[in-house]
């Protein structure tokens, strides 16, 4: 048993901004799943919105935020993340090599559903690759900094007074570890990989709700999934994500006929929120019209965007044809562990930050590059409270003996949960799908509070999977309305008389799934 005063689980920025953070004060061992750089920040292509130009101010990035978010995200949250972030990012841009126009001064991308200019961006579409690597390079000369790769944590611990006090985890060879802290950080994602067609990290599958569910934290807002419009894709199948930068530098969606989709739809056009153009998109298909990016108008293509043109390249696409397939894709986990300003679950000891966290910035649909400034503000904000905490309170760390029975087996593959939740819990939803999902996921006996030390990594991975998908989708099926990104066919409308702002959570009461209705609220700050 190794004890530290922090553990991380992941890898991704909001992990590495809290590392950065609390390497000069307290002991951090950061737990990876697979490599350090397997993260989805890692891959992020579009930026960190700030409203760092002198013509935008905080104000306007809080508005796009909530018009994005539908009326569901948590004022006070928001306008928290745009000020906080606005301070970061103006010192950070004197520190990491953002790219700039040739007077010296910060190129500024538009986005989706932004009024204003405002996302800062590394080597044209490659700024998470920039930030980890410069994040990495700030942790490699700490001692107080230690790293374990390529193991997945299977249980978080918890004593008898129910603190969350380490870890279990199990590696490659499938030999189980265990690790002790005074305080545990879930920073693991989201959950992509539940569906076919995504933009994530094979390895992003949704461990931290399952994680943070088992333990007993309170999980919300599951029925908001955000598709991206524009996943590239090839023989039936998406191999990469490309930007919204790149509509934004001006290419526009059309279809085979050459019809401009997005002309008469809304007044962004093209740069209309993520959920409104993945919409569209799938109607396209569901009409049996391929879709394309034109990107003629778009100048210096290669030069603006290197690695989609690389990608591009290693598929075979031209761009000389100046169309680009494309098709929408799961993207980004709105919903996750509730937490308070800080990043506190309703478990003690238990935190959560990043995408796998339901901070109320998002709304119900996220604006895009509000992630990684999200990563960042929280990752700095959560530090500054562990520094104030610190790690010297005695605490028993003796973990409460389970008495659970044995997972024995899961009788789906990791691929047929795929296909069942693109097709029932996708980006068009109803009651008949969704009631046949559910059916389907609680069809053999198992629950979601088994014991599984003794099952194999792949065990584990579709248990963890299938305990995600029951919340997901029991999620969709509750909310009867529209609204962002979880959208109803047969519950076209917002309901706000009865939905607006109110979220549906679930927890876990004596190894039971219960189910209740809130709207935004505090969890208490406690060490």
């Known amino acids: 048993m190794k004890k530290t005063d922090i553990i991380i689980i992941g890898s991704g920025i909001a992990a590495l901004q809290l590392a950065n953070q609390l390497q000069e004060q307290l002991n951090v061992t950061i737990i990876t799943k697979k490599a350090i750089t397997s993260s989805n920040s890692y891959r992020a292509q579009g930026g960190i919105a700030a409203a760092i130009c002198p ?4 104000f306007n990035h809080y508005q796009d935020t909530i018009i994005a978010g539908d009326q569901h995200g948590n004022a006070t949250a928001i306008y928290d993340l745009v000020t906080e972030g606005r301070l970061f990012m103006q010192n950070w841009v004197k520190l990491v090599p953002f790219d700039t126009h ?6 500024l991308g538009l986005e989706g559903a932004h009024s204003k200019a405002r996302i800062v961006h590394c080597g044209g579409d490659q700024t998470g690759k920039y930030v980890i690597h410069f994040l990495l390079d700030s942790l490699r000369s700490s001692t107080r900094v230690h790293w374990i790769e390529n193991e997945m944590v299977m249980n978080l611990l918890q004593n008898e007074s129910g603190r969350c006090i380490g870890v ?8 189980s570890h265990m690790y002790m802290a005074n305080h545990v950080v879930l920073a693991t994602g989201g959950a992509g990989e539940l569906y076919t067609n995504t933009s994530n990290a094979s390895s992003v599958t949704g461990d931290g709700i399952a994680l943070a569910y088992r333990a007993g934290a309170k999980i919300c807002d599951m029925e908001f999934f955000q598709f ?12 990469g994500l490309i930007s919204e930068a790149v509509r934004g530098a001006g290419a526009r969606l059309i279809n085979d006929l050459g019809e401009k989709i997005m002309k008469e739809v809304h007044p962004q056009r093209d740069l209309a929120p993520r959920h409104i153009v993945a919409h569209q998109l799938f ?22 965007f290197p690695a989609i043109t690389k990608m591009l390249q290693q598929h075979g696409i031209s761009i000389k044809t100046g169309k680009i397939p494309v098709a929408p894709g799961a993207h980004f986990m709105i919903g996750g562990v509730l937490i308070n300003e800080y990043g506190a679950t309703s478990v003690k000891g238990l935190y959560a930050i ?63 949960i795929q296909q069942s939740m693109m097709q029932a819990v996708g980006i068009i939803r ?21 014991q599984i030390e003794q099952c194999s990594l792949s065990t584990i991975q579709n248990y963890f999977m299938w305990i995600v998908a029951r919340l997901m989708t029991e999620s969709a099926l509750l909310r009867t309305e529209t609204r962002g990104c979880h959208i109803r066919a047969d519950f076209p409308n917002k309901d706000n008389e009865h939905w607006l702002q109110k979220r549906i959570i679930h927890y876990q009461s004596n190894d039971r799934m219960e189910v209740t209705y809130d709207t935004p609220d505090t969890i208490k700050s406690h060490a």
């Open 102 to 107: 040739a007077n010296g001064k910060i190129s």
């Open 430 to 450: 109803d009651h008949d799908r969704l009631s046949k999902q559910l059916s389907w996921l609680n069809k053999h006996p198992n629950d979601t509070f088994r």
């Open 168 to 175: 279990t985890t199990k590696d490659k060879n499938e030999v």
């Open 283 to 304: 109607q396209q298909v569901n009409r049996g019209r391929k879709i394309y990016l034109d990107i003629r108008q778009v100048r210096d293509f290669p030069a603006k």
């Open 228 to 239: 991206h419009p524009t996943l590239l894709y090839i023989n039936g199948k998406s191999v």
């Open 55 to 58: 013509d935008d101010d905080t």
């Open 354 to 416: 990043g995408e796998v966290a339901a901070s109320g910035v998002h709304g119900a649909n996220r604006l895009a590059s509000n992630s990684l400034l999200e990563g960042l503000v929280y990752g700095k904000r959560l530090a500054s409270y562990l520094q104030q905490v610190g790690s010297s309170q005695t605490m028993d760390f003796t973990p409460k003996k389970q008495h659970r029975e044995q997972l024995t087996d899961i009788p789906f593959t990791k691929r047929e």
